[in-house]
């Protein structure tokens, strides 16, 4: 699992390895707070980072990305809730 920013160039933020399984469903949630980003999968905290490059992402769209294969979702949403304390 890879967490990527774009603007110019691809940056990779934070990547961890994922045993996926195929045909499983998974929820990934990502909580943001300002500069600081955490992935949850399947409420298992996956990594925490903080966006420190020289543009910042404070705000934008998001995307999932597969390198091969092929992905379905039943849903996306993003919300301004605040980030939870850990």
């Known amino acids: 699992m890879r967490l990527v920013k ?3 160039d691809e940056i990779v933020l934070a990547s ?3 045993a996926w399984q195929l045909d499983r469903k998974y929820k ?5 707070a ?3 980003i955490e992935t949850y999968v399947d409420g298992k ?3 925490t ?3 420190t490059g020289e543009l910042p992402l404070t705000g934008g ?10 992905i379905s979702t039943e849903e996306v949403r993003v919300s301004s809730n ?4 850990s």
């Open 6 to 8: 774009r603007v110019h």
């Open 16 to 18: 961890e390895p994922f």
């Open 28 to 32: 990934v949630e990502l909580r943001v």
């Open 34 to 36: 300002g500069t600081c």
């Open 45 to 47: 905290k996956m990594f």
């Open 49 to 51: 980072v903080k966006d």
């Open 61 to 70: 769209a998001v995307a999932l990305l597969v390198d091969s294969g092929s």
């Open 82 to 85: 605040a980030m939870r304390e």
